[in-house]
């Protein structure tokens, strides 16, 4: 008989209905959350604030939006947000890459010794207090370097890249690029790199959205409010709209002042998360091919 013909068994097709079944489950569990989010932040306030809103906007409104935009500081701290996730991004990948490929290679004396070195720093740090205390020593403090250069290298990502080269580039092709003259240099930027870009964008996406998520570095080194982030100025309106809600003693006025508070926190969780939805398509049909490769294979 043809494999074609072959029809599921009654218990297969049992089995099939019960994981579609918990399958759709899980992904109303988690999208439920999300279409609530910004089914509120699109709401009018009196809807929010009395928990009308399930599933689709009542009295739609974009009242929170135009208060988060009315700020200055949001606008601009948005372009800085931009400017530490791209910058910082490029630092983490390109010192990723540089710690990854020499600990991919065998023929590294002392790898063994070096790869103990970085895992040790997994299990064991300095601590809050020391890391601020080297910060300030180096003179980062209120820098833009504060954000960039103690989170430079993510050891984790940095093992799934070199596991990721171990099982991708064959020694074989070293060989022969080795046999026509091509440096070390230029082997990585000329074969190696062109052949990782599913681990390049994995761990690109991973750094990128570390630092657009950035808060407490920022709220530990950063005093100029010029270079909040986003995460940061968000935060500081969210808790003076709240401040200024409890503070106010006409009950009329109060419950408006809450229901713009409401409307508020979800419009700022549209605002801080939209951009990464917007980029991740771009990068969603490397990401399972990276991750699975660098951190089951080698």
């Known amino acids: 008989m043809e494999q074609g013909n072959i029809k599921d068994s009654g218990g297969d097709r049992l089995f099939n209905a019960a994981n579609y079944a918990v399958m759709i489950l899980i992904l109303l569990i988690v999208l439920y959350p999300v279409v609530f989010v910004v089914s509120s932040s699109f709401s009018a306030k009196e809807a929010v604030a009395s928990g009308k809103v399930l599933l689709l906007p009542?009295?739609?409104?974009?009242?929170?939006?135009?208060?988060?935009?009315?700020d200055p500081a949001v606008l601009r701290s948005i372009a800085v947000s931009i400017g530490y996730t791209v910058a910082g991004t490029f630092i983490n990948v390109v010192?990723?890459?540089?710690?990854?490929?020499?600990?991919?290679?065998?023929?590294?004396?002392?790898?063994?010794?070096?790869?103990?070195?970085?895992?040790?720093?997994?299990?064991?740090?300095?601590?809050?207090?020391?890391?601020?205390?080297?910060?300030?020593?180096?003179?980062?403090?209120?820098?833009p370097w504060a954000l960039l250069l103690p989170t430079a290298v993510s050891i984790w990502n940095m093992v799934i890249t070199r596991t990721y080269f171990n099982a991708t580039i064959p020694d074989e092709l070293l060989e022969a690029a080795q046999m026509d003259g091509c440096n070390d240099l230029l082997?990585?930027?000329?074969?190696?790199l062109p052949l990782s870009g599913p681990i390049v964008a994995v761990i690109a996406l991973y750094y990128g959205v570390e630092h657009w998520n950035q808060y407490f570095n920022a709220l530990m080194y950063m005093k100029n409010p010029k270079l909040y982030p986003l995460q940061l100025v968000l935060r500081e309106i969210l808790i003076r709209s709240q401040v200024t809600a409890d503070m106010m003693g006409d009950s009329k006025q109060m419950a408006e002042l809450a229901g713009l508070s409401d409307l508020l926190k979800y419009s700022l969780i549209v605002v801080a998360t939209a951009p990464l939805m917007l980029v991740y398509p771009f990068v969603q049909r490397y990401f399972v091919r990276g991750v699975m490769i660098g951190a089951l294979k080698g």
């Not at 082997?187 to 190696?192: A, P, Q, S, T």
Request: charged share 15%.
């Open 58 to 70: 009542i009295g739609f409104s974009l009242e929170g939006y135009q208060a988060v935009f009315r």
């Open 95 to 143: 010192l990723t890459i540089m710690a990854a490929y020499p600990l991919s290679r065998r023929d590294l004396k002392g790898r063994g010794w070096f790869m103990g070195l970085f895992a040790f720093t997994m299990f064991f740090n300095g601590g809050l207090i020391p890391t601020y205390l080297l910060v300030k020593d180096l003179n980062l403090l209120d820098t």
């Open 187 to 192: 082997f990585l930027w000329k074969v190696v």
